[in-house]
């Protein structure tokens, strides 16, 4: 496994999801989680993350060996209510 420590001040999906768009034209799936074990002392010890350090997300890299077919998608017309 290879960890990659990034100085991030603020993240959000704006900044996020561009990149996991273009990795995927690459090919390269990503997949960004939160959880409680991010916040576990073993886990902060196994990362080496040092006191004052915020670990804000997990962020999986990598190529996927099977691709699910895509999702049937409702249009946005079917769910945007236009309050005039």
Known sequence: MR???LCIDELSD???Q???LLAWEHGIGMVWETYPLLH??????AFGVKP???IIGSLHVGY???IPPGQKRIPASERL???K
């Open 14 to 16: 704006s900044q996020f």
């Open 52 to 54: 004052g350090e915020k």
């Open 81 to 83: 209510t236009v309050i």
């Open 40 to 45: 576990m002392e073993a886990f902060r010890e």
């Open 3 to 5: 960890t990659i420590r």
């Open 18 to 20: 561009p990149a996991c």
């Open 64 to 66: 996927p060996g099977k």
